[in-house]
């Protein structure tokens, strides 16, 4: 109480003045010195090697990285301007849609004609799919339009030749690919199914007596919507449709269908559209297709999974619909783990200008005539950012050991890696929106303008949340599998296996009746207290969901009623999973003072997740204790304040990507800046 009237005290000073002593008398002014930017790295002490950090986040080609830093930043067509006495790079959003379509499509040639894509698809190894990552991660870091439409080029309609396709569409479309001789796009979505692919409208027959695939859009619900590429560049595209033989339904396929000439010229029976302007996005031409009666031949059947001979029989060596479904949505898996991954860098650019913002930015004197205090000083600053920092450092954790899942893949480990890309796609992505939200907010009214980014990248990133896999029914695809792997574990000496999940075959962990500090930041409580949360969701979902069974219900509809259950479940996975690969990233080190810090940021990351109000909810902790983490996360907060801006330092992204309000944002808004 006493600081909330001191507080008041203080705010009363700065918005009041003493009243003139006659009518006659006006108060005097007194001058304040002008305030003076001031760079933060005069003041602010690294204790850690910041490129040792930037090491063990980035991962792996840094060189690379550095590279195409050097090419974006040196060319005119990214679009550089100065600000503040430094050059920056992004986008200009206020181009029209068209032009901003233009502009990305330069930006890609520029790339290609310096050889940034040699290999992407005909190289081969875990080399070139990493170095692969780290290119796209570069190229989000500057804009989302152009990693998405390299994406829908290389990831999906690429990766989907490579995945679907054999030998004989290896060699006739990739290297073309690569070349962009061939400009590739994904038809899967439509008007009517997103989400749910099994069920699109789009219908293709075989004719048997040419030889050819038949591909109709039967009505307007079936047109292909928001597919990336197709408004004005794609010359080809995979059609994902039904495949009728012989009056018989097998289930979604997919095919190669030309859309386009060489010359640009939509094809005979293609009908294409503009989805139009967009939130976000609109350097990429999203379209919508419709196919009338559009004839394709046998050979463009991408067939590792099923293939149909030239009298019309359909053959396959995957017998169960269920399974051949699943191997179809293999390309998917890549675009995951690529949004995934770009939402955490989205993350390290909203917190490194939020932070250096609030390292230089002032805001209110506790007493008069003191200097007004930094933002980042004031405890709630502290609360609101560095918990954000921490949760970006751990996802980053996550997100190169999903890459390493990826890329080390066998087809025993697609499931795992399915469900550990769908959690990680989701956490990811919501955590961003989050994140950057919180930064706009930190950032006051500066965050607000479109050149200074934060704000812009909410728009931007927004459709990462629904797009390749809605985050809601991403998370219930965790939940079952989680219940199927419960249930594989009930039969006779099973145990669970994969997944993270063996400490459910340990005794369950006892949260202490009193928590101190020390207990609250040893990473083997915070293991067992996350592990406790899934092992006891996970029993609940599992008994709810047979409940329902029980009662004659399908387990389809058992599922969909366990709807809150499986959210909270798949969280819960989703933190246990992020914080064991912060724990494992930490453990690679030597005792230091980079692991010291380390320590600190994973233990503000898993408290964190411990005021998740499932812990309240179900008992976990009781009041007393969730009182006792919250002090503690306020304190590590003020521990961790020294070493905010070598922590966002360390994020390796260069000043050109970051914004004018992360430096000399004075100069920056100076009248001889608003002459450019």
């Known amino acids: 109480m006493d600081r909330a009237f001191q507080r008041t005290k203080v705010l009363t000073g700065h918005l009041l003045q003493s009243p003139p002593t006659s009518s006659f008398q006006t108060p005097s002014l007194s001058s304040n010195t002008c305030l003076n930017y001031s760079p933060p790295e005069l003041s602010e002490k690294y204790a850690f090697d910041i490129n040792d950090m930037r090491k063990l986040m980035d991962g792996h080609d840094l060189e690379e990285r550095d590279r195409l830093f050097g090419m974006i930043t040196q060319s005119k067509v990214f679009n550089p301007r100065v600000r503040g006495g430094k050059v920056f790079v992004s986008p200009d959003y206020n181009q029209s849609m068209e032009q901003q379509r233009e502009m990305t499509w330069k930006r890609i040639e520029y790339l290609f004609e310096r050889g940034v894509f040699q290999g992407w698809l005909t190289g081969e190894g875990e080399e070139v799919e990493m170095r692969r990552f780290a290119c796209f991660e570069v190229l989000g870091l500057f804009d989302h339009s152009i990693s998405i439409k390299l994406g829908v080029h290389f990831f999906l309609w690429g990766g989907a030749i490579q995945f679907f396709g054999t030998k004989h569409h290896h060699d006739k479309w990739l290297r073309d690919t690569e070349n962009y001789l061939i400009k590739g796009c994904f038809a899967m979505t439509e008007l009517g199914h997103g989400s749910n692919v099994r069920g699109i409208e789009t219908i293709t027959t075989y004719d048997s007596n040419t030889g050819e695939f038949v591909i ?105 619909p269920d399974q051949r479904f699943a191997a179809f949505l293999a390309p998917l898996t890549a675009g995951r783990v690529n949004i995934a991954v770009n939402a955490v860098y989205q993350s390290k650019v909203g917190l490194a200008i939020a932070i250096r913002y609030a390292l230089t930015r002032r805001a209110f004197s506790l007493k008069p005539k003191e200097p007004e205090v930094l933002l980042l000083d004031y405890p709630s600053h502290q609360r609101r950012l560095l918990p954000l920092l921490a949760k970006t450092y751990a996802m980053s954790f996550g997100a190169n050991y999903l890459k390493m899942l990826y890329v080390k893949r066998t087809p025993q480990s697609n499931k795992i890696i399915h469900v550990i890309s769908s959690s990680f796609k989701a956490t990811f992505t919501w955590s961003n929106m989050q994140i950057l939200q919180e930064c706009r907010e930190a950032c006051g009214g500066q965050g607000l303008k479109t050149e200074n980014r934060v704000g812009h990248l909410k728009a931007e990133h927004d459709v990462q949340s629904t797009f390749e896999g809605d985050n809601n029914i991403l998370m219930q695809q965790v939940s079952k599998a989680l219940f199927a792997e419960y249930m594989a574990a009930q039969k006779p000496n099973k145990a669970f296996k994969g997944l993270g999940l063996e400490h459910m075959n340990k005794p369950c962990p006892v ?74 990233a930490e453990a690679t080190l030597a005792a230091c003072s980079l692991k010291d810090v380390l320590g600190m940021l994973r233990s503000l990351y898993a408290l964190n997740c411990l005021e998740d109000g499932a812990y309240l909810r179900y008992g976990y902790l009781s009041v007393e204790n969730a009182a006792t983490v919250r002090r503690e996360i306020t304190k590590i907060c003020s521990e961790l304040r020294p070493h905010a801006l070598a922590l966002v330092s360390s994020f ?25």
């Not at 969280?571 to 992020?578: L, N, P, Q």
């Open 216 to 320: 109709n859009t039967p009505c307007e619900s079936a047109q292909k919507y928001w597919i990336g590429g197709a408004a004005n560049h794609a010359t080809h595209t995979i059609v994902f449709s039904q495949l009728n033989i012989n009056g018989t339904n097998q289930g979604v396929h997919a095919l190669i269908a030309q859309i386009r000439d060489a010359d640009g010229n939509v094809c005979p029976n293609i009908r294409i559209a503009d989805c139009g302007h967009k939130i976000g996005l609109n350097g990429v031409d999203n379209g919508r297709i419709w196919f009338d009666n559009v004839r394709v031949p046998r050979e463009n059947l991408l067939n590792s999974v099923a293939d149909v001979s030239p009298d019309g029989k359909y053959l396959s060596a995957i017998k169960d």
């Open 652 to 676: 390796g992204i260069p000043d050109a990507f970051l914004s004018p309000i992360a430096f000399n944002w004075i100069d920056a808004n100076s009248w001889s800046s608003a002459q450019y």
């Open 511 to 584: 949260i202490p009746s009193r928590l101190t500090t020390t207990t609250l930041r040893c990473s083997q409580f915070q293991m067992d207290v996350l592990c406790l949360r899934e092992r006891d969701l996970l029993n609940r979902f599992v008994a709810e969901v047979s409940q329902c069974q029980a009662k004659g219900e399908s387990k389809e509809h058992a599922f969909i009623m366990s709807y809150q259950l499986a959210e909270d479940l798949g969280k819960a996975f989703s933190d246990r999973a992020i914080l064991q690969t912060f724990v494992e």
